[in-house]
């Protein structure tokens, strides 16, 4: 009969140097192997800590990183990249959410507190772009469990802002911008969403109606469709999904003209034009898409999506998150759970503005909340 410690068993992990995996606190950040050992009680270590400090990366989330990845990239884009960017049929055109366009058109000004979550370095960023017509996506409302997440950062910072309301949303309708930092609204995110698809279905229109999409896409194909391509398209009797694919094979034919960036910043100049007529005239419609939400600010979603600009820092709240857990220089475990919010509170502080760190998360949901309730009068 074999003895206990005669028996022997290999234990693999999938691990190798160079891989990245999950750790710290929330065991939601990202760190690169640079070494796999065993400690003096023979348990594996990964960069000198237990291997139980550690998970890996599922196949979702892999996959979720890439798209968000691929994302970013495509949302970074130029302007001329986005605007043929609409998939299947005229429902993925583009609205812009601009601020002179609303003034114009006759959408008015609404002032209202909204939150922002992001990092030290979006604290920074959002300091210069106070005061600026430059748009930012916000919340009235948002589940705790982001705060310390993030949701394109690592989290741990949200700014209170005063800040001036261009559309809000019960939900996030992924809205996307260029680079000049205006943004954008594909109709097919709300059309269904907010049973107003009957007045987005009006915008799009059909061949013969004026201020449409339909109408404007088939002026614009007429104007600007290369004549040894020509015979590749036809708009009579085209439906709405013909033109969506007209549309994008334009973009594709248009980059081998060889003044291709005037060409394209005039198709670009007149799609602006022709979806502010638009806008204008479904202006009422709009206002009512757009701005019903102000009265209401309560959502069941994860979180919902106010689009703002000329906004001004009220506060600024912090929270714990990994990103404020600094691994030490020293390789000294023991120091790596640094605090680093309070290095960066003071800053707030001497920057001029009052701060606060929360050490519960739901309490700083439940403040948000009270905020939203009583600015929208259901209080």
């Given at each position: 009969m074999k003895k206990f410690s005669e028996y022997s068993e290999d234990i693999t992990i999938p691990i190798k140097v160079g891989d990245t995996v999950l750790g710290g606190?929330?065991?939601?950040?990202?760190?690169?192997?640079?070494?796999?050992?065993k400690n003096e009680k023979g348990?594996?270590?990964?960069?000198?800590?237990?291997?139980?400090?550690f998970r890996i990366m599922s196949e979702a989330e892999e996959m979720a990183e890439k798209i968000l990845v691929d994302e970013g990239?495509?949302?970074?884009?130029?302007?001329?990249?986005?605007?043929?960017?609409?998939?299947?049929?005229?429902?993925?055109m583009w609205?812009?959410?601009?601020?002179?366009?609303?003034?114009?058109?006759?959408?008015?000004?609404?002032?209202?507190?909204?939150?922002?979550?992001?990092?030290?370095?979006?604290?920074?960023?959002?300091?210069?772009?106070?005061g600026k017509k430059q748009s930012i996506s916000a919340f009235f409302e948002m589940q705790a469990r982001y705060f310390s997440r993030g949701i394109q950062t690592t989290g741990g910072v949200i700014v209170e802002l005063d800040a001036?309301?261009?559309?809000?949303?019960?939900?996030?309708?992924?809205?996307?911008?260029?680079?000049?930092?205006?943004?954008?609204i594909q109709l097919s995110y709300f059309g269904g969403m907010y049973r107003v698809q009957d007045d987005i279905?009006?915008?799009?229109?059909?061949?013969?109606?004026?201020?449409?999409?339909?109408?404007?896409?088939?002026?614009?194909?007429?104007?600007?469709?290369p004549g040894q391509h020509a015979h590749k398209v036809t708009l009579y009797n085209a439906t709405d999904k013909d033109l969506a694919k007209h549309w994008q094979n334009l973009a594709l034919w248009l980059r081998k003209e060889p003044d291709y960036r005037k060409i394209m910043g005039?198709?670009?100049?007149?799609?602006?034009?022709?979806?502010?007529?638009?806008?204008?005239?479904?202006?009422?419609?709009?206002?009512?898409?757009?701005?019903?939400?102000?009265?209401?600010?309560?959502?069941?979603?994860?979180w919902d999506e106010i689009l703002v600009n000329q906004f001004k820092i009220k506060k600024v709240h912090a929270i714990d998150s990994d990103g404020w857990h600094r691994t030490s220089d020293s390789g000294d475990p023991e120091e790596d759970d640094y605090k680093g919010y309070?290095?960066?509170?003071?800053?707030?502080?001497?920057?001029?503005?009052e701060a606060q760190y929360w050490e519960n998360d739901m309490e700083l949901e439940i403040y948000i909340r009270g905020i939203a309730k009583k600015e929208s009068g259901r209080e």
């Open positions: 606190k929330f065991k939601n950040k990202k760190m690169v192997v640079k070494d796999i050992g348990d594996i270590t990964i960069n000198g800590r237990p291997l139980l400090k990239v495509r949302w970074a884009g130029s302007l001329s990249d986005k605007l043929f960017d609409v998939g299947i049929s005229l429902s993925g609205l812009p959410m601009s601020p002179s366009i609303f003034k114009r058109i006759g959408l008015e000004e609404n002032r209202a507190t909204v939150f922002h979550v992001t990092d030290a370095d979006g604290y920074r960023s959002l300091k210069k772009m106070q001036n309301v261009l559309s809000a949303w019960r939900e996030d309708v992924m809205s996307s911008p260029d680079k000049s930092g205006r943004r954008w279905d009006a915008m799009i229109g059909g061949d013969g109606k004026k201020n449409s999409m339909f109408e404007l896409i088939k002026d614009l194909l007429k104007k600007y469709l005039n198709v670009v100049k007149d799609y602006i034009d022709g979806t502010e007529r638009i806008m204008k005239a479904n202006v009422k419609k709009l206002k009512s898409i757009f701005r019903s939400y102000l009265n209401r600010r309560n959502t069941d979603a994860s309070l290095d960066f509170l003071e800053k707030v502080k001497a920057d001029g503005y």
